[in-house]
């Protein structure tokens, strides 16, 4: 491809810069081959020239397409050099805020400095079995691939983690140990816990803080995690290089020592802690050389307190612990010892040295001898011994020596202890190494450290350079494309230079070995032998104290000061020498393999010089076995950078970043893919990429060959590419290319479009503009034509207006003069016409007057006439009255006169009475009358202020016509009279309206008053409002605490539901122990068996152990273990007590809340039945009894619970002894009181019976009802099999029936008697039964005890009281089960008596409820009859006693969902099941229905445990199990559940025993079955979500395929065995068919679909999050896309209210935030709003996350990310990134009753289940 072609105008390119390493530009004109100088603009708008060297004519570097910035691989970037490395590093790691980047095989990892949410547990699920390209970079993701290939290929692993100090390797290393620990589970729990506990260890005595880290590794550590042919850990071992033992007595200005003397320091206060005399940090010269002690952020006590922990956790004793701490207190003080000068060149320690005393005290040794030692060394001759003082600065350097090698043989002790806890004693069978070791290091001043450090780094490089050559050459063999080698350079000479005879190595060990070697003398002697035959050494200038090498990264100059000493590392002998005197056990175990060490320069021979190799021998040997190891193993490579020097979070150093970048080899790798064919792409990938630069005829069906000859046209130079068998091999560039050409293609058709679009535009345009002129000019003559028509028609109008005008003012004038003589005529006649009515008035009045007069005579006459008369009458009246009142006078003496009297008073009072209610009624009549008066006169007012109104109008009229008064003077004086008149007129008027005013001012007053009032109704009504809202507040609020409470009640469901996984867990796991026991011990010793018989029924599932084997026997399991097992069974035992006892607890709580509820439910029902007088009586005994009744149901509970408390306690009562016979006999009275109620109960029935019969005969006697009728009613029964016997007709003997009832009680009081006396017989025998089987093994355990003694007087006394002990513990736990065993059986009894007296209750209420009925009389007449009922016995299957093995063996081991059952009907198995529990439950046999039902439950756990990964079988026996529950409660005979059956259904209810307890065992035992079927469809649903619901491309064209680098990317495209949505859908039908086809209940159905789309979500989600290349537009619209798929499917089946379309709305907003705008601050708000299911982290994840795909996408800005987080920062959510992928819904399980009828059940004979009997 020519250069004109790729540095054409608008290219964009990198050029060197001083400050940024490398800086962008763009071409402003296309370079043609021959120009001097390329024109450049920056991209602030610089415009610069960029000089073109004429002879090696090199160009600038590309800079790759935006598209392929930020890519997870760097080697997916077309162009591969250094400025892309580095810029795609920079875009990762500041904008998008990741840390990790692949390169090639390398992982390269930049300390952000900043703690991340990327290393929690459920990251480490999410990248559990992927592949290595599947996800973003992490760290997880290179362990993970280790991981598998050690599992896969059988091969041994390393992950080689480097880098320079502070880059993060210490970290990186840790997070894969954490790794491997948490997905290899291993048998050993501790192993894990023990591997990563050796990091704090290792931190605290080998990690420091420097300049550059607060946490830097001073020592090189490599670590074999072992693992077994399981791939479980099993242990580990560590090795460690170099450790930096200067840092002991030195530190540079900043840094500090190593982090356990400052630990230690800060635990000082400790008691333990006291007599190691320590203080401050700042009070020991070892820990405040650096001048800073602390470290911000850092709790030096917590740190030793987590150091300690770890050291406990590794075995190392807390005897050892003091003792090590000891030891580092000493060397604390050693630095403390100050060393004074003597006279000449000698040096002296006083006397009273406190710090050297407290060394001396902490490590035994004797003062006098080590304070000479310090100051003297001992010189040998072959004849003499001399002892040489020391100088100060001498016998200083000796003291410091000491120090350091005594921190150094601590350092290797607790690597070797730790290593000894690491062990494992199984074989190891693999292993996977994790090397944290010292990258590339260049100071201003390097030393002997930095040349190990970086003679170790060659080796690595060189290491490195060969797999990655490996890797390459077996790529292209794999593809079967030709290759040439690779030119790469190889450091073989810098290592020769180092480790080669005669190398520096080597050079540095002979002069070592001089007597007079210096440092100078051994520069002189590099300078001579290396100077010019090693092209890798040079000499500085300006010095000759050092030397250059050329290392692979850097040169890097060493100063030869300190080289010798070092690699010496040379300590006094005779120090060593008094410390091994000395008695401390750990000092001495330290230097028991110490050989001496003389710094004395002797002269016997070679032999006795070189006894100790020197330090540089010893770390070529270390490093020689480290690279064998290495090239043993698959290695994975780790690179840390360092992004910054100031520690600044998510900031990068462009300089410091490209120096680490080619000192860790990143950019070697770089160069060796890009000198081969770094660009990959599968066929269908570039197929679907490119071919928009495909014709029609170029597109063939095989999609190689297409390729191929696209390729062809295209590229014209075939050694830019090659075909391998799968992928196309690019050269470095051509992906650039083809993107270039694939951009100009369509922007070529985008102007095409574009130019044809804006033709259409400006055609609509011109055809809008000219349809617009047209409409104007059409609309402006239109306009001109209607001005036209308007002006002639204005002046026609003009023409009529005159005509008119004229004609109108000719007739006003006419009109007027006439009206005038009019006027004059009128006010005439009215003149003459009021004066003749005047006259004529005037006469009329004088008649009246007359006629008045005229009658006041003649009615004067007549008042006179009439006063005579009357006073003559009155005369006459009182004369006859006196004589009649003589006469009554008479009368009034005698009696009857009285007696008419009376009646007449009665009379009276009647009439009086009735006069009253007269009066009132015409008070009423008056009030009425009065208010519609009122209201005539309130109208009349108005009518009245109406008229007034009128008036003032007239008045108004009248003063506009007097106005017009003086145009008519000469009607002035005839008006004059007419306006005294108005005045009169005028008065009356206004008397009027005062009148009037007054009035309405009355009514005002009224209506103030009526106002006020009604200001107090409405103060009265606010009140009542407030009451009102105070109500409403209140039920509110109740509203809101049931919600409360229900949410309470959902939490503790779900942790119930989470104990009862725990105890599954347990369950689990003690069952395993057992057939561990079983395999380990081959004989057992015989012991108390168990059957299914002795189970209770309240206990546990732990407890009962009976199961069916293959062979259908049930077998019982063995109590008595041996004594090694006794503990673990023990404890196991005391687990299962304390879940048992947090279930009673429950159960009991639960009890507790349904009484409430049935009390609450019957005292509303007896508020609303309202009793009748008769029955008052018998409801108050019958309230007496119940009362009683609850109380002696107490009195049961406590003794149960007193029961279960001595047999929790140690000392519970045996059988036979006194406590026990008391407990035995309150029982045995509690029992009897309660049968002595019960038969009270019946007695009671029977008389009201009789009472309501005698109430019929009383109300019914006059309509025919007869004493024959009553003998028709039955009587309750004792024996309800007997056939009733009728009472004879005792109508003749008594008409009351007296006779007949006195004697119907004694025949009942008789039958009750004897069925006392049967039950009291049938006790005594249970009784003499029970003592003579206590009897029986009392003897037993008597001749058990002989036997026992017999033996062990012939064992020692050890093996004798070992056995003592074991019998003892089998006994207690033998007497302990036993009292369990009672203790279910009383429970079994009581809650019999309590359903017994709940069903008598029950019927005895239902009785009353009847006769109240029947009570009620009606029209027509019935006979009074009440027939008994006789017991139906169909629906029951009988089978014999033993059967229950073949049972269950045919019906539910045997049983295959997939087979037989498929044509049985829904529940066929819980109904038979339950058809024969009724059986048994009608024989009264309780042995039978415990053995059942426990059988029953653990052969489905059975089945669950061995097929749990078949969801046909899990499905099945989860609808099976919630059936056989449902049955359990539909014919339990509680109110609450029968209300839903039919009559014939509840003939079908148990009799005899109350099963409630069991109801909350089958549901734990759904609730398991349903975990297992939820991990189930996890397991099944898991391979398929992320390919079906992200990588594959349901809309076929939407996504663009990008380039890949050399990790594997899943491929987006159809694949052969590729999940797509579809076949989820699929899946999620055969489920959900599987469910529905098991008849499981549609609720629960839901319920299980809402778990798998959470599933679907959650897995999906998470991928997403931990994945960069799914973040993208079409993405987004994929995702969208498959979740409206999953929507139909819920439509489809009618489950869209199962909650499943809400789980999936956190997929959903994050499909959405991919595909809104992400600019503005309103799109900010918008995503804030919108996104309300995601939390704040994730949302910030996907906006780092999103990537472009396509040219016009653009990437998020890092303002607009910031700004989303300022929205969010107040939202409280979950700081966890990704959704809880194992979360489990809390199960409900809602009652749904059967229709179908037990009778009606027939049982195929595919079941082979032809014994049982169908009755």
Same mark, same amino acid.
């Given at each position: 491809?020519?250069?004109?072609?790729?540095?054409?105008?608008?290219?964009?390119?990198w050029?060197?810069?001083?400050?940024e390493?490398?800086?962008?530009?763009?071409?402003?004109?296309?370079?043609?081959?021959?120009?001097?100088?390329?024109?450049?603009?920056?991209?602030?708008?610089?415009?610069?020239?960029?000089?073109?060297?004429?002879?090696?004519?090199?160009?600038?570097?590309?800079?790759?397409?935006?598209?392929?910035?930020?890519?997870?691989?760097?080697?997916?970037?077309?162009?591969?050099?250094?400025?892309?490395?580095?810029?795609?590093?920079?875009?990762?790691?500041?904008?998008?805020?990741?840390?990790?980047?692949?390169?090639?095989?390398?992982?390269?990892?930049?300390?952000?400095?900043?703690?991340?949410?990327?290393?929690?547990?459920?990251?480490?699920?999410?990248?559990?079995?992927?592949?290595?390209?599947?996800?973003?970079?992490?760290?997880?993701?290179?362990?993970?691939?280790?991981?598998k290939?050690?599992?896969?290929?059988?091969?041994?692993?390393?992950?080689?983690?480097?880098?320079?100090?502070?880059?993060?390797?210490?970290?990186?290393?840790?997070?894969?140990?954490?790794?491997?620990?948490?997905?290899?589970?291993?048998?050993?729990?501790?192993?894990?816990?023990?591997?990563?506990?050796?990091?704090?260890?290792?931190?605290?005595?080998?990690?420091?803080?420097?300049?550059?880290?607060?946490?830097?590794?001073?020592?090189?550590?490599y670590?074999?995690?072992?693992f077994?042919?399981?791939?479980?850990?099993?242990?580990?071992?560590?090795?460690?290089?170099?450790?930096?033992?200067?840092?002991?007595?030195?530190?540079?200005?900043?840094?500090?020592?190593?982090?356990?003397?400052?630990?230690?320091?800060?635990?000082?206060?400790?008691?333990?802690?006291?007599?190691?005399?320590?203080?401050?940090?700042?009070?020991?010269?070892?820990?405040?050389?650096g001048?800073?002690?602390?470290?911000?952020?850092?709790?030096?006590?917590?740190?030793?307190?987590?150091?300690?922990?770890?050291?406990s956790?590794?075995?190392?004793?807390?005897?050892?612990?003091?003792?090590?701490?000891?030891?580092?207190?000493?060397?604390?003080?050693?630095?403390?010892?100050?060393v004074?000068?003597?006279?000449?060149?000698?040096?002296?320690?006083?006397?009273?040295?406190?710090?050297?005393?407290?060394?001396?005290?902490?490590?035994?040794?004797?003062?006098?001898?080590?304070?000479?030692?310090?100051?003297?060394?001992?010189l040998?001759?072959?004849?003499?011994?001399?002892?040489?003082?020391?100088?100060?600065?001498?016998?200083?350097?000796?003291?410091?020596?000491?120090?350091k090698?005594?921190?150094?043989?601590?350092?290797?002790?607790?690597?070797?202890?730790?290593?000894?806890?690491?062990?494992?004693a199984?074989?190891?069978h693999?292993?996977?190494?994790?090397?944290?070791?010292?990258?590339?290091?260049?100071?201003?001043?390097?030393?002997?450290?930095?040349?190990?450090?970086?003679?170790?780094?060659?080796?690595?490089?060189?290491?490195?350079?060969?797999?990655?050559?490996?890797?390459?050459?077996?790529?292209?063999?794999?593809?079967?494309?030709?290759?040439?080698?690779?030119?790469?350079?190889?450091?073989?000479?810098?290592?020769?230079?180092?480790?080669?005879?005669?190398?520096?190595?080597?050079?540095?060990?002979?002069?070592?070995?001089?007597?007079?070697?210096?440092?100078?003398?051994?520069?002189?002697?590099?300078?001579?032998?290396?100077?010019?035959?090693?092209?890798?050494?040079?000499?500085?200038?300006?010095?000759?104290?050092?030397?250059?090498?050329?290392?692979?990264?850097?040169?890097?100059?060493?100063?030869?000061?300190?080289?010798?000493?070092?690699?010496?590392?040379?300590?006094?002998?005779?120090?060593?020498?008094?410390?091994k005197?000395?008695?401390?056990?750990?000092?001495?175990?330290?230097?028991?393999?110490?050989?001496?060490?003389?710094?004395?320069?002797?002269r016997?021979?070679?032999?006795?010089?070189?006894?100790?190799?020197?330090?540089?021998?010893?770390?070529?040997?270390?490093?020689?076995?480290?690279?064998?190891?290495?090239?043993?193993?698959?290695?994975?490579?780790?690179?840390?950078?360092?992004?910054?020097?100031?520690?600044?979070?998510?900031?990068?150093?462009?300089?410091?970043?490209?120096?680490?970048?080619?000192?860790?080899?990143?950019?070697?790798?770089?160069?060796?893919?890009?000198?081969?064919?770094p660009?990959?792409?599968?066929?269908?990938?570039?197929?679907?990429?490119?071919?928009?630069?495909?014709?029609?005829?170029?597109?063939?069906?095989?999609?190689?060959?297409?390729?191929?000859?696209?390729?062809?046209?295209?590229?014209?130079?075939?050694?830019?590419?090659?075909?391998?068998?799968?992928?196309?091999?690019?050269?470095?560039?051509?992906?650039?290319?083809?993107?270039?050409?694939?951009?100009?293609?369509?922007?070529?058709?985008?102007?095409?479009?574009?130019?044809?679009?804006?033709?259409?535009?400006?055609?609509?345009?011109y055809?809008?503009?000219?349809?617009?002129?047209?409409?104007?000019?059409?609309?402006?003559?239109?306009?001109?034509?209607?001005?036209?028509?308007?002006?002639? @028609? &204005? %002046?026609? +109008? #003009? *023409? =009529?207006?005159?005509?008119?005008?004229?004609?109108?003012? /000719?007739?006003? $004038?006419?009109? !007027?003069?006439?009206?005038?003589?009019?006027?004059?005529?009128?006010?005439?006649?009215?003149?003459?016409?009021?004066?003749?009515?005047?006259?004529?008035?005037?006469?009329?009045?004088?008649?009246?007057?007359?006629r008045?007069?005229?009658?006041?005579?003649a009615?004067?006459?007549? @008042? &006179? %006439?009439? +006063? #005579? *008369? =009357?006073?003559?009458?009155?005369?006459?009246?009182?004369? /006859?009255?006196? $004589?009649?009142? !003589?006469?009554?006078?008479?009368?009034?003496?005698?009696v009857?006169?009285?007696?008419?009297?009376?009646?007449?008073?009665?009379?009276?009072?009647?009439?009086?009475?009735?006069?009253v209610?007269?009066?009132?009624?015409e008070?009423?009549?008056?009030?009425?009358?009065?208010?519609?008066?009122?209201?005539?006169? #309130?109208?009349?007012?108005?009518?009245?202020?109406?008229?007034?109104e009128?008036?003032?109008?007239?008045?108004?009229?009248?003063?506009?016509?007097?106005?017009?008064?003086?145009?008519?003077?000469?009607?002035?004086?005839?008006?004059?009279?007419?306006?005294?008149?108005?005045?009169?007129?005028?008065?009356?008027?206004?008397?009027?309206?005062?009148?009037?005013?007054?009035?309405?001012?009355?009514?005002?007053?009224?209506?103030?008053?009526?106002?006020?009032?009604?200001?107090?109704?409405?103060?009265?009504?606010?009140?009542?409002?407030?009451?009102?809202?105070?109500?409403?507040?209140?039920?509110?609020?109740?509203?809101?605490?049931?919600?409360?409470?229900?949410?309470?009640?959902?939490?503790?469901?779900?942790?119930?539901?989470?104990?009862?996984?725990?105890?599954?867990?347990?369950?689990?796991?003690?069952?395993?122990?057992?057939?561990?026991?079983?395999?380990?011990?081959?004989?057992?010793?015989?012991?108390?068996?168990?059957?299914?018989?002795?189970?209770?029924?309240?206990?546990?599932?732990g407890?009962?152990?009976s199961?069916?084997?293959?062979?259908?026997?049930?077998?019982?399991?063995?109590?008595?273990?041996?004594?090694?097992?006794?503990?673990?069974?023990?404890?196991?035992?005391?687990?299962?007590?304390?879940?048992?006892?947090?279930?009673?607890?429950?159960?009991?709580?639960?009890?507790?809340r349904?009484?409430?509820?049935?009390?609450?439910?019957?005292?509303?029902?007896?508020?609303?039945?309202?009793?009748?007088?008769?029955?008052d009586?018998?409801?108050?005994?019958?309230?007496?009894?119940?009362?009683?009744?609850?109380?002696?149901?107490?009195?049961?509970?406590?003794?149960?619970?007193?029961?279960?408390?001595?047999?929790?306690?140690?000392?519970?009562?045996?059988?036979?002894?006194l406590?026990?016979?008391?407990?035995?006999?309150?029982?045995n009275?509690?029992?009897?009181?309660?049968?002595?109620?019960?038969?009270?109960?019946?007695?009671?029935?029977?008389?009201?019976?009789?009472?309501?019969?005698?109430?019929?005969?009383?109300?019914?006697?006059?309509?025919?009802?007869?004493?024959?009728?009553?003998?028709?009613?039955?009587?309750p029964?004792?024996?309800?099999?007997?056939?009733?016997?009728?009472?004879?007709?005792?109508?003749?003997?008594?008409?009351?029936?007296?006779?007949w009832?006195?004697?119907?009680?004694?025949?009942?009081?008789?039958?009750?008697?004897?069925?006392?006396?049967?039950?009291?017989?049938?006790?005594?025998?249970?009784?003499?039964?029970?003592?003579?089987?206590?009897?029986?093994?009392?003897?037993?355990?008597?001749?058990?005890?002989?036997?026992?003694?017999?033996?062990?007087?012939?064992?020692?006394?050890?093996?004798?009281?070992?056995?003592?002990l074991?019998?003892?513990?089998?006994?207690?736990?033998?007497?302990?089960?036993?009292?369990?065993?009672?203790?279910?059986?009383?429970?079994?009894?009581?809650?019999?008596?309590?359903?017994?007296?709940?069903?008598?209750?029950?019927?005895?209420?239902?009785?009353?409820?009847?006769?109240?009925?029947?009570?009620?009389?009606?029209?027509?007449?019935?006979?009074?009859?009440?027939?008994?009922?006789?017991?139906?016995?169909?629906?029951?299957?009988?089978?014999?006693?033993?059967?229950?093995?073949?049972?269950?063996?045919?019906?539910?081991?045997d049983?295959?969902p997939?087979?037989?059952?498929?044509?049985?009907?829904?529940?066929?198995?819980?109904?038979?099941?339950?058809?024969?529990?009724?059986?048994?439950?009608?024989?009264?046999?309780?042995?039978?229905?415990?053995?059942?039902?426990?059988?029953?439950?653990?052969?489905?756990?059975?089945?669950?445990?061995?097929?749990?990964?078949?969801?046909?079988?899990?499905?099945?026996?989860?609808?099976?199990?919630?059936?056989?529950?449902?049955?359990?409660?539909?014919?339990?005979?509680?109110?609450?559940?029968?209300?839903?059956?039919?009559?014939?259904?509840?003939?079908?209810?148990?009799?005899?025993?109350?099963?409630?307890?069991?109801?909350?065992?089958?549901?734990?035992?759904?609730?398991?079955?349903?975990?297992?079927?939820?991990?189930?469809?996890?397991?099944?649903?898991?391979?398929?979500?992320?390919?079906?619901?992200?990588?594959?491309?349901?809309?076929?064209?939407?996504?663009?395929?990008?380039?890949?680098?050399?990790?594997?990317?899943?491929?987006?495209?159809?694949?052969?065995?590729?999940?797509?949505?579809?076949?989820i859908?699929?899946?999620l039908?055969?489920?959900?068919?599987?469910?529905?086809?098991?008849?499981?209940?549609?609720?629960?159905?839901?319920?299980?679909?809402?778990?798998?789309?959470?599933?679907?979500?959650?897995?999906?989600?998470?991928?997403?999050?931990?994945?960069?290349?799914?973040?993208?537009?079409?993405?987004?619209?994929?995702?969208?896309?498959?979740?409206?798929?999953?929507?139909?499917?819920?439509?489809?089946?009618?489950?869209?209210?199962?909650?499943?379309?809400?789980?999936?709305?956190?997929?959903?907003?994050?499909?959405?935030?991919?595909?809104?705008?992400?600019?503005?601050?309103?799109?900010?708000?918008?995503?804030?709003?919108?996104?309300?299911?995601?939390?704040?982290?994730?949302?910030?994840?996907?906006?780092?996350?999103?990537?472009?795909?396509?040219?016009?996408?653009?990437?998020?800005s890092?303002?607009?990310?910031?700004?989303?987080?300022?929205?969010?920062?107040?939202?409280?959510?979950?700081?966890?990134?990704?959704?809880?992928?194992?979360?489990?819904?809390?199960?409900?399980?809602?009652f749904?009753?059967?229709?179908?009828?037990?009778?009606?059940?027939?049982?195929?004979?595919?079941?082979?289940?032809?014994?049982?009997?169908?009755?």
């Open positions: 491809m020519a250069a004109s072609e790729l540095y054409s105008k608008n290219v964009r390119v050029l060197p810069d001083a400050a390493v490398w800086k962008s530009a763009e071409l402003t004109r296309d370079y043609t081959p021959g120009d001097k100088v390329i024109h450049l603009q920056l991209e602030d708008g610089t415009n610069v020239e960029h000089k073109i060297d004429p002879q090696t004519q090199s160009l600038p570097y590309l800079r790759n397409p935006d598209i392929l910035v930020g890519e997870n691989d760097l080697t997916a970037l077309s162009y591969l050099n250094e400025p892309a490395v580095l810029h795609n590093l920079k875009v990762r790691f500041i904008d998008s805020k990741l840390i990790y980047t692949y390169c090639g095989i390398v992982l390269v990892a930049i300390n952000p400095y900043e703690s991340l949410p990327i290393y929690d547990s459920d990251i480490i699920n999410a990248y559990s079995g992927q592949n290595m390209g599947d996800m973003d970079p992490h760290i997880f993701a290179v362990a993970e691939e280790a991981y290939q050690m599992a896969r290929n059988e091969r041994n692993q390393s992950i080689i983690v480097s880098g320079e100090s502070g880059a993060g390797k210490t970290v990186s290393a840790k997070y894969a140990m954490r790794y491997f620990a948490t997905v290899s589970s291993s048998s050993d729990a501790n192993i894990e816990d023990r591997v990563l506990a050796s990091n704090p260890i290792m931190e605290a005595i080998g990690n420091a803080k420097t300049t550059r880290n607060d946490n830097s590794s001073r020592f090189g550590k670590i074999e995690i072992g077994d042919k399981k791939h479980h850990i099993i242990g580990a071992n560590m090795r460690t290089y170099l450790l930096e033992k200067s840092r002991v007595v030195f530190q540079a200005h900043g840094e500090r020592n190593y982090h356990i003397f400052y630990q230690l320091c800060a635990s000082s206060h400790l008691q333990e802690f006291k007599a190691l005399k320590l203080g401050s940090a700042e009070d020991f010269h070892c820990t405040n050389h001048r800073s002690p602390v470290i911000e952020g850092v709790d030096d006590a917590k740190e030793m307190y987590s150091t300690r922990k770890a050291l956790l590794l075995g190392i004793s807390e005897a050892y612990q003091i003792a090590v701490f000891q030891i580092l207190a000493a060397v604390l003080h050693l630095g403390n010892v100050e004074k000068d003597s006279s000449g060149d000698r040096s002296t320690i006083l006397p009273d040295n406190s710090h050297l005393t407290v060394f001396c005290e902490l490590l035994g040794v004797p003062y006098q001898d080590m304070a000479h030692w310090l100051c003297h060394s001992k040998k001759t072959t004849t003499e011994v001399y002892v040489k003082p020391f100088s100060k600065v001498n016998a200083v350097n000796a003291r410091d020596a000491l120090a090698h005594i921190y150094a043989k601590l350092f290797s002790w607790i690597v070797n202890h730790i290593n000894e806890a690491l062990q494992s199984s074989k190891q693999s292993f996977i190494g994790v090397l944290d070791i010292y990258g590339f290091e260049t100071f201003d001043v390097n030393s002997f450290e930095q040349f190990c450090i970086n003679y170790a780094n060659e080796k690595l490089q060189q290491q490195f350079n060969m797999h990655v050559f490996k890797l390459e050459q077996e790529e292209y063999l794999k593809e079967q494309i030709p290759w040439t080698l690779i030119d790469f350079s190889d450091n073989q000479p810098c290592i020769d230079l180092i480790e080669a005879k005669m190398g520096v190595l080597d050079l540095l060990d002979e002069e070592c070995k001089m007597p007079k070697g210096s440092n100078d003398s051994w520069a002189q002697k590099l300078y001579n032998t290396l100077l010019k035959q090693k092209a890798h050494f040079e000499k500085p200038r300006m010095s000759n104290k050092a030397f250059i090498i050329l290392h692979f990264a850097d040169k890097v100059e060493y100063q030869c000061e300190g080289f010798l000493e070092k690699n010496k590392d040379t300590v006094n002998e005779e120090q060593i020498n008094v410390l005197l000395s008695k401390f056990e750990l000092l001495l175990e330290l230097f028991q393999e110490e050989r001496p060490t003389s710094t004395a320069m002797t016997s021979g070679q032999a006795q010089r070189d006894h100790k190799k020197t330090v540089g021998l010893q770390f070529r040997n270390s490093l020689h076995l480290l690279m064998e190891t290495l090239n043993a193993t698959t290695p994975h490579y780790v690179r840390c950078i360092k992004p910054n020097d100031l520690k600044t979070p998510f900031t990068m150093d462009p300089v410091r970043a490209v120096q680490q970048l080619r000192a860790c080899g990143v950019l070697e790798t770089i160069r060796i893919s890009a000198a081969g064919f660009s990959r792409w599968t066929y269908q990938e570039f197929f679907s990429r490119y071919r928009v630069l495909m014709t029609q005829k170029d597109v063939l069906s095989d999609r190689k060959l297409t390729c191929k000859n696209v390729l062809e046209k295209l590229v014209k130079d075939q050694d830019k590419y090659q075909f391998g068998k799968n992928k196309i091999f690019f050269r470095a560039g051509q992906v650039a290319y083809l993107e270039k050409l694939r951009s100009d293609k369509l922007r070529k058709a985008c102007v095409r479009i574009q130019k044809t679009i804006r033709c259409w535009v400006a055609r609509k345009k055809l809008r503009m000219k349809t617009a002129a047209v409409t104007l000019q059409r609309y402006v003559r239109g306009h001109q034509a209607r001005c036209l028509v308007k002006f002639m @028609r &204005r %002046t026609k +109008a #003009a *023409v =009529v207006v005159q005509r008119n005008v004229r004609m109108w003012a /000719s007739r006003r $004038r006419y009109q !007027k003069l006439r009206q005038a003589a009019i006027t004059v005529q009128c006010y005439l006649r009215a003149y003459r016409a009021r004066q003749h009515y005047h006259k004529l008035l005037y006469e009329h009045k004088a008649v009246v007057v007359q008045r007069v005229r009658g006041w005579l009615r004067r006459r007549y @008042r &006179r %006439t009439l +006063a #005579a *008369v =009357v006073l003559l009458q009155s005369c006459v009246r009182r004369l /006859s009255a006196k $004589r009649q009142l !003589k006469k009554l006078k008479v009368e009034a003496r005698s009857e006169h009285f007696k008419k009297l009376n009646v007449g008073m009665e009379n009276k009072i009647m009439q009086l009475q009735r006069r209610d007269e009066q009132h009624k008070n009423r009549e008056l009030s009425e009358r009065l208010g519609g008066q009122e209201r005539s006169q #309130a109208g009349e007012s108005e009518r009245l202020g109406r008229e007034v009128r008036l003032r109008a007239a008045e108004e009229e009248a003063r506009g016509k007097a106005e017009r008064v003086p145009s008519l003077l000469e009607q002035l004086s005839f008006l004059r009279q007419e306006l005294e008149t108005t005045r009169g007129e005028k008065e009356a008027v206004e008397e009027q309206a005062k009148t009037y005013k007054q009035k309405m001012e009355q009514s005002l007053a009224e209506l103030n008053a009526k106002n006020s009032l009604m200001n107090s109704e409405r103060n009265d009504l606010n009140q009542l409002i407030e009451e009102r809202d105070q109500q409403i507040s209140e039920i509110k609020a109740e509203v809101a605490n049931s919600q409360q409470m229900e949410r309470d009640l959902t939490e503790e469901r779900s942790r119930y539901q989470s104990l009862l996984s725990e105890h599954l867990h347990l369950e689990e796991r003690y069952g395993d122990l057992k057939d561990e026991m079983r395999l380990s011990v081959g004989t057992r010793k015989p012991g108390h068996r168990r059957t299914d018989s002795n189970y209770s029924s309240n206990g546990s599932e407890t009962q152990s199961g069916f084997p293959e062979d259908s026997s049930v077998r019982s399991e063995d109590v008595t273990e041996t004594a090694v097992d006794m503990p673990v069974l023990l404890k196991l035992q005391w687990r299962v007590k304390e879940l048992e006892q947090d279930k009673q607890g429950l159960q009991r709580q639960l009890d507790r349904e009484d409430a509820q049935i009390n609450k439910a019957k005292e509303a029902e007896e508020q609303k039945t309202a009793g009748r007088a008769e029955l009586m018998e409801a108050l005994k019958r309230q007496e009894l119940e009362s009683e009744n609850k109380k002696l149901k107490q009195d049961l509970d406590e003794l149960r619970q007193s029961l279960t408390e001595d047999c929790g306690s140690p000392a519970s009562p045996s059988p036979g002894s406590p026990y016979k008391v407990l035995l006999e309150q029982l009275t509690s029992n009897e009181e309660l049968d002595m109620r019960k038969e009270e109960v019946l007695l009671l029935r029977s008389h009201l019976v009789r009472q309501e019969a005698l109430k019929h005969k009383d109300s019914m006697l006059g309509e025919g009802l007869n004493l024959k009728d009553i003998s028709e009613i039955p009587l029964s004792i024996h309800p099999h007997k056939s009733d016997r009728s009472a004879p007709d005792v109508h003749t003997l008594n008409e009351d029936g007296e006779l009832l006195a004697y119907e009680g004694l025949k009942e009081t008789n039958r009750v008697l004897e069925a006392q006396l049967r039950l009291q017989d049938r006790s005594h025998e249970e009784e003499c039964e029970e003592m003579r089987e206590e009897v029986r093994k009392a003897r037993e355990d008597n001749r058990q005890q002989q036997q026992l003694m017999a033996q062990s007087l012939h064992l020692p006394q050890g093996a004798r009281i070992d056995a003592g074991q019998h003892e513990m089998t006994r207690l736990t033998n007497e302990n089960l036993d009292l369990m065993e009672q203790q279910g059986k009383q429970d079994k009894v009581i809650r019999k008596l309590k359903k017994q007296l709940k069903l008598y209750v029950k019927k005895l209420e239902e009785f009353e409820a009847g006769g109240l009925q029947e009570s009620v009389p009606s029209q027509s007449v019935h006979r009074a009859s009440i027939s008994r009922k006789e017991k139906d016995f169909q629906g029951m299957l009988e089978y014999k006693r033993g059967d229950e093995s073949r049972l269950l063996k045919n019906l539910v081991i049983l295959k997939r087979g037989v059952a498929v044509n049985l009907v829904p529940g066929l198995p819980a109904f038979i099941l339950f058809m024969c529990l009724r059986h048994a439950d009608y024989a009264n046999d309780d042995q039978r229905v415990s053995t059942l039902l426990n059988t029953t439950i653990n052969s489905v756990k059975g089945v669950i445990k061995r097929r749990g990964d078949d969801f046909d079988t899990v499905s099945f026996w989860l609808a099976n199990t919630c059936r056989f529950l449902y049955c359990l409660k539909q014919y339990s005979g509680e109110e609450a559940f029968i209300k839903f059956n039919t009559p014939r259904q509840n003939e079908h209810c148990l009799s005899n025993f109350d099963l409630s307890e069991y109801h909350q065992v089958l549901s734990d035992l759904a609730i398991q079955i349903y975990q297992q079927l939820v991990k189930c469809m996890e397991e099944i649903l898991h391979p398929m979500i992320v390919s079906g619901m992200l990588e594959h491309e349901t809309i076929q064209g939407v996504l663009g395929a990008k380039p890949t680098g050399l990790r594997k990317r899943t491929s987006s495209f159809p694949e052969e065995d590729a999940h797509t949505v579809d076949t859908m699929q899946q039908s055969l489920f959900h068919a599987s469910m529905t086809q098991h008849g499981m209940d549609p609720e629960l159905i839901k319920q299980v679909v809402k778990q798998q789309f959470y599933i679907i979500c959650s897995v999906t989600l998470n991928n997403l999050l931990l994945r960069k290349d799914m973040c993208s537009w079409s993405k987004g619209l994929q995702i969208r896309y498959n979740v409206w798929q999953l929507e139909e499917w819920l439509v489809e089946r009618d489950l869209i209210s199962s909650g499943a379309k809400e789980t999936l709305e956190p997929l959903i907003q994050a499909a959405q935030l991919l595909q809104v705008k992400k600019k503005t601050e309103e799109d900010a708000k918008a995503i804030s709003t919108m996104c309300s299911a995601l939390t704040t982290s994730q949302i910030v994840k996907v906006l780092n996350l999103y990537t472009p795909v396509m040219e016009f996408e653009e990437r998020v890092v303002k607009f990310i910031q700004t989303i987080q300022t929205l969010l920062k107040d939202r409280v959510d979950s700081p966890m990134l990704l959704m809880d992928s194992r979360k489990i819904f809390s199960i409900t399980f809602t749904a009753p059967s229709t179908i009828a037990l009778e009606t059940i027939q049982i195929p004979s595919s079941l082979n289940l032809d014994f049982l009997i169908r009755i």
